[in-house]
């Protein structure tokens, strides 16, 4: 009984494809449906390989959102219709090479969208610098990505590392604060924003007291909160960002020192924690490329447009997701839609205006942001922009990326 | 380091040492007495700080969530044990790897789906809020001196359990021959379905414990697995004392690894090196003691 069940299904199975093949030949005979489409109106394919899962999960969204928001208000003006492939990197730097290497030659992307995390970023640059294919950096700000390894394809949306720092030591040294500790996590980020923040701060005629570190990702301050307190220093800087960022915050507030000694950090200290921490992170001083309340025509439609399709409010992830579409569009305008015109493409994003919710940005030399930093003070569940800390910021200097032309 | 702020930082190594001995506690447990090596254990210390968070939302206290987060989390070990721990004691330790492995990833993507990937605070309780003036700018929660004595009253009642009742003289005989305590008429089966549940227990009660002083946030069951198993390894695979002396070394070693300054031959070795003091000890104590400081010669 069973082996005849079987011979049923494989008997209709047959059947079936006899059909199938009978009709694909018809078609095949028939002609006008096997003809393919003009390659002019195929679609741009953007691949977006950005983090769909774990930590940074909700940066990847923020990202892929405020691209496709971008890119649907451009509409038509782009001159070709866009096909997204999205792939998940995990931020997993092992496999970061290989998933960019598979959005280009697999999927065969005309541009490519990404990353958040450094060091799955290097491995997307290192596929990029050898396929030429166009590439915007929506967030990760290793330094070297338009440093020694930049290249007229790698274009970033975001930021280098020490760039939200640079303009927070010139903040303190103003202030006429001398003496001040560092602390941050050791690892790539946490050390170019400690080199940017001290750039900027020695030039001042500030003194670095002490420069405190711990490995990536522990959380475990009290000991380095202990010998703040002894050293007394006239004000510290930090680098902490998500989770970490929280529990220090929380930590800082518990150990007494807030209100004793100033602290100042990346505006990544209190994005995306002030729910989490209450009334521990309120009157903090930041310097970051966004902030709450820029009241511009444009950041207040943005922020309306984003609500409207994601139900969200947005964050600084999403700005740079959406000026990306922006630079992307730039782009796609100059050439009319043609992708295959790449030098021109390039040319004219590398001299493109974005109107970012941000304010006005430009690409640097190195193909990095210039644009204004703003001083941010956390103020209830906002981080309040109370001014510009540096104008049209282009840091860190273009010197050690030799663009080839 | 002038000497009160040496004091200080003592302190900070001994309660930053006690909570480590009361996650690693289960691990211990787990590892010593059923033999299983349970990648998922920070998976709990997770879970436990998450459901501190809920609860403390939805019940309005940290004191009533303790309780509810306890027995929920005993339930969850029974459970856990039952649908698939049990099928890995007769196995080689890599399927045990291999199985805990996968859970950590199940674990966390059923905390984004069920919590989301925001960081969450929880409030310290009015009573503990307040904090002891130490130097003229340092305070010192008092949140953290309780949290360290409880932990010390469950280090008491740990060994308590095992050395001074019959349950732990079973738990205890079950750890050396399995078979022979089952044949003298004991469910063995049952007793492991306990310790399973105790150990899960024992790490989410130290995450409910450390969510409000440190933040509820993903991933945070990772960052205190790898440390837990260095505390295992060097207090001596199942002993709860060797668990406790090894977390405080570990204390020790990582406060002072942090804030001290040490040059050798114009090299700066500390505090450029903090990130490894701990292996290096761990590595220190197992040439000289390779079975732990507290672990059987077997």
Not at chain 1, 217 to 228: D, G, K, R
Request: charged share 15%; glycine share 12%; hydrophobic share 50%.
């Amino acid at each position: 009984m069973p082996n005849d069940l079987y011979h049923d299904i494989k008997g209709a199975k047959r059947r079936e494809l006899i059909k199938a093949a009978a009709a694909a030949g018809l078609l095949a005979a028939g002609g006008g449906l096997s003809t393919l489409a003009p390659a002019q109106s195929a679609k741009v394919k953007v691949g977006l390989m950005l983090p769909y899962t774990g930590t940074f999960a909700q940066l990847g969204v923020a990202i892929a959102n405020g691209f496709k928001l971008a890119v649907d208000e451009q509409g038509k003006s782009l001159g070709r219709e866009i096909e997204y492939v999205t792939l998940d990197d995990e931020s997993d730097p092992p496999k970061g090479a290989d998933r960019a290497n598979q959005l280009v030659t697999r999927d065969k992307v005309d541009v490519l969208v990404g990353t958040v995390h450094s060091g799955v970023q290097m491995g997307i640059v290192k596929i990029v610098r050898e396929s030429g294919v166009l590439h915007i950096i929506p967030n990760a700000g290793v330094e070297a990505a338009t440093g020694q390894l930049c290249a007229p394809n790698i274009f970033r949306t975001s930021f280098a590392n020490g760039q939200p720092a640079y303009p927070m030591g010139k903040v303190v040294a103003d202030r006429g604060l001398k003496n001040v500790v560092t602390l941050a996590w050791r690892y790539g980020a946490g050390e170019e924003s400690v080199a940017g923040f001290k750039d900027s701060f020695l030039k001042g005629g500030g003194k670095i007291v002490k420069e405190l570190w711990l490995p990536f990702p522990n959380v475990e301050f009290q000991s380095l909160l202990t010998e703040i307190a002894s050293l007394k220093p006239d004000a510290v800087f930090v680098f902490f960002a998500g989770g970490g960022a929280a529990k220090f915050l929380t930590d800082w507030k518990a150990a007494g020192l807030k209100g004793r000694i100033p602290l100042f950090g990346t505006g990544f200290l209190t994005e995306g924690v002030l729910e989490a921490v209450g009334d521990a992170a309120e009157g903090i001083e930041t310097t970051l490329h966004y902030g709450d309340g820029i009241d511009t025509p444009k950041n207040r439609a943005f922020r309306l447009a984003y609500a409207k399709t994601f139900k969200l409010q947005p964050d600084v992830y999403a700005v740079q997701g959406y000026d990306a579409g922006l630079l992307f569009a730039a782009g796609m305008k100059a050439v009319k839609g043609d992708v295959s015109k790449k030098k021109e493409m390039i040319a004219a994003m590398r001299v493109a205006s974005i109107d970012s919710p941000r304010g006005k940005m430009t690409m640097s030399k190195a193909h990095n942001p210039i644009h204004d930093m703003y001083l941010r003070k956390v103020v209830g569940k906002e981080n309040r922009v109370t001014g510009v800390a540096m104008k049209a910021l282009d840091y860190p200097p273009s010197g050690t990326c030799k663009m080839p032309a | 380091m002038d000497f009160p702020t040496s004091l200080i930082q003592l302190l900070n190594a001994v309660q930053y040492g006690l909570l480590l001995f009361l996650i690693a506690s289960g691990l211990t447990l787990i590892f010593g007495i059923m033999g299983i090596i349970n990648l998922a254990h920070g998976s709990f210390y997770m879970l436990g700080a998450y459901l501190a968070f809920s609860l403390t939302e939805g019940l309005g206290s940290l004191w009533l969530a303790l309780p509810v987060g306890v027995v929920l989390s005993v339930l969850f070990g029974l459970a856990l044990e039952w649908l698939v721990i049990k099928r890995l004691y007769a196995r080689d330790h890599l399927y045990q790897v291999l199985l805990t492995y996968g859970l950590i990833l199940v674990f966390e993507e059923l905390r984004s789906i069920l919590w989301g990937d925001e960081v969450h605070g929880v409030k310290v309780p009015e009573v503990l809020a307040a904090s002891i003036s130490l130097t003229e700018n340092l305070n010192y929660p008092v949140y953290r001196l309780a949290m360290s004595a409880v932990c010390l009253v469950l280090a008491l009642g740990l060994w308590w359990v095992i050395r001074r009742t019959r349950l732990g003289m079973i738990i205890r005989a079950g750890s050396v021959n399995r078979d022979m305590v089952q044949s003298l008429g004991i469910d063995i089966t049952l007793v492991y379905r306990i310790v399973f549940a105790a150990g899960v227990a024992l790490a989410a009660f130290a995450g409910m414990l450390a969510a409000p002083t440190s933040s509820v946030f993903p991933g945070m069951g990772n960052q205190v697995l790898i440390i837990c198993f260095v505390v295992v390894v060097i207090g001596g695979i199942g002993s709860v004392q060797g668990a406790l002396v090894g977390a405080i070394l570990i204390g020790l070693v990582d406060t002072f690894g942090k804030v001290l300054t040490l040059e050798v031959a114009g090299f700066q070795l500390l505090p450029q090196l903090s990130g490894v003091t701990v292996y290096l000890l761990m590595a220190v104590i197992l040439l000289w003691r390779p079975e732990g400081l507290f672990g059987s010669h077997d």
